[in-house]
């Protein structure tokens, strides 16, 4: 079955750096766009970053734009979300998602917490 596991999240101060990785399994990677995603205590789960299936697009939300950098490694079935600068407003968990089709995310990991504090 397809699996997408997060980790690197965790605790860092305002204006540092994180990289979250997702690795994924169950899939052939290199054929799945991917995405992103991070919600915040009592809101909504939110799009942060994609990157198309050879790496070459990449699209992000004007919260993270100049701040985040999202990559892959099709032969390490891995996403990477690079973060810098980091704001308390970026305390969120993160997912890392498989997308299929336009628009439509099928597979979704559990998710990495980051929390930033002030």
């Known amino acids: 079955q397809v699996q997408l596991e997060e980790s690197g999240g965790g605790l860092a101060q305002t204006g540092a750096s994180l990289r979250l990785s997702c690795v994924a399994s169950?899939?052939?990677?290199?054929?799945?766009?991917m995405g992103w995603f991070r919600q915040a205590p009592g809101k909504e789960r939110e799009f942060a970053a994609s990157i198309s299936r050879g790496g070459i697009n990449t699209s992000y939300a004007s919260s993270v734009k100049g701040r985040f950098t999202i990559s892959r490694d099709n032969a390490k079935n891995t996403v990477y979300l690079q973060m810098n600068n980091l704001k308390p407003e970026d305390t969120a968990v993160y997912y890392c998602?498989?997308?299929?089709?336009?628009?439509?995310?099928?597979?979704w990991g559990q998710g990495t917490q980051v929390t930033v504090s002030s």
């Open positions: 169950g899939l052939i990677f290199s054929s799945w766009p």
């Open positions: 998602a498989a997308k299929n089709g336009p628009d439509e995310y099928v597979y």
